[in-house]
């Protein structure tokens, strides 16, 4: 059975082809905009975590260098006992044995000092980190804060290039022959802009099949022809249409 030959014009294929590309540039625009703000909460949230580590290595620090100090405080209290005791010994193997108490205390407390005045500096650089992700995170905030409107403002401008392309598409579909239509809007549905091609020299530019002379022959007649691989309405692109 011969199929029938339907006329469909190179320059309406054209049209409605460049119409649906620009439908799909589009939605994916209007999927970009989400997809930004997603990725910049998840950076908020990171800064947000990296500052909720540093605030905790911070909360232990302190909390360990206070309890060397206490630690400090009570051994000097108990240097000043033994030295009242040193006062009265009762014997000089007593005395000695405060002496020993003393120096000992003495030399650990030395040893504290050391480490009260490290956990100091610990302390100092915790501090300007937590600053430094404070404002890492204020920088975030304020980015996402900046990105919200830009997207909202731009998303805006895509709704109404999508009305216009829309209304566009709609007047350009009144044109498709009437044995087209269906065929076509069920290709459209089902793959929305590769349900056209332009041709390629002699191949279809959708899926690159190598088209047949018969083919090539029918675009330039200007008669529908579907590519027997792709199903795509195949059409002659401007730089083709001299050959
Ligand atoms: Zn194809």
Redesign the pocket.
């Known amino acids: 059975m011969a199929p029938v030959k339907v006329e469909f014009p190179a320059k309406l294929l054209r049209r409605l082809h460049g119409i649906h590309r620009q439908k799909h540039e589009l939605s994916s625009q209007l999927a970009r905009g989400p997809r930004q703000l997603k990725a910049g909460e998840a950076m908020v949230a990171k800064a947000q975590a990296a500052t909720e580590v540093i605030k905790e290595s911070l909360k232990k620090a302190k909390l360990a260098s206070d309890e060397k100090q206490l630690q400090l405080k009570s051994r000097e209290a108990r240097i000043e006992e033994l030295k009242a005791k040193l006062n009265m010994a009762a014997s000089n193997r007593e005395f000695d044995t405060f002496k020993e108490q003393i120096a000992a205390d003495h030399q650990a407390n030395e040893v504290q000092s050391d480490e009260i005045l490290e956990s100091f500096e610990r302390i100092d650089v915790l501090h300007e980190e937590l600053a430094a992700a404070e404002a890492e995170l204020k920088k975030q905030q304020d980015d996402q804060e900046a990105r919200l409107t830009e997207v909202e403002e731009r998303l805006i401008v895509v709704r109404e290039n999508v009305g216009h392309v829309d209304a566009q598409l709609a007047d350009a579909e009144k044109k498709i022959p009437s044995a087209a239509m269906d065929s076509y809007k069920r290709l459209v549905q089902s793959k929305g802009e590769e349900a056209l ?1 332009p041709m390629e020299v002699d191949s ?1 530019g ?2 690159n ?1 190598t088209l047949t002379t018969h083919v090539l022959d029918q675009l330039r007649l200007s008669i529908m022809v579907n ?1 027997p ?4 309405f195949l059409y002659i692109s401007e730089d083709n249409r001299v050959s």
């Open positions: 091609a279809c959708g899926c099949q590519c691989n792709c199903n795509a």
